[in-house]
């Protein structure tokens, strides 16, 4: 059974920095394109960030470029989005996907995790 597990988020103060991680099982992590997504209260799914399979590539929404780093360590079957200069608009639900493309037509598209909740708040 394919889990998605994400930890590390928590409340931090704008200009702060957090590092989120997703311990995948069920599959092999190195087989498969990763990403990061998002949900803010009262908005839509965001893409935020994704990476290939073997981290050759990555690609970064507008609104994190700069600031956020997608990582991934296939040995450890762990996933990694880095967050600095953190701003209270980053406040959302983040979750790992293991797609290139987390959300399709505005739904959701492969395996998600239950989230970890980042709050920037003063």
């Known amino acids: 059974e394919v889990q998605l597990v994400e930890s590390g988020g928590g409340l931090v103060q704008p200009g702060g920095s957090l590092k989120l991680s997703c311990a995948a099982s069920?599959?092999?992590?190195?087989?498969?394109?990763m990403s990061w997504a998002r949900q803010a209260p009262g908005k839509g799914l965001e893409w935020v960030a994704s990476?290939?399979?073997?981290?050759?590539?990555?690609g970064y929404s507008d609104s994190v470029k700069g600031r956020f780093t997608i990582s991934r360590d296939n040995g450890k079957n762990t996933l990694y989005l880095q967050m600095t200069n953190l701003k209270p608009e980053d406040t959302a639900v983040y979750y790992c996907?293991?797609?290139?493309?987390?959300?399709?037509?505005?739904?959701?598209?492969?395996?998600w995790g239950r989230g970890t909740q980042v709050t920037v708040s003063k």
């Open positions: 996907v293991n797609r290139w493309e987390p959300i399709l037509y505005g739904a959701r598209n492969g395996d």
């Open positions: 990476i290939r399979r073997g981290g050759s590539r990555t």
């Open positions: 069920g599959f092999l992590l190195g087989s498969r394109d």
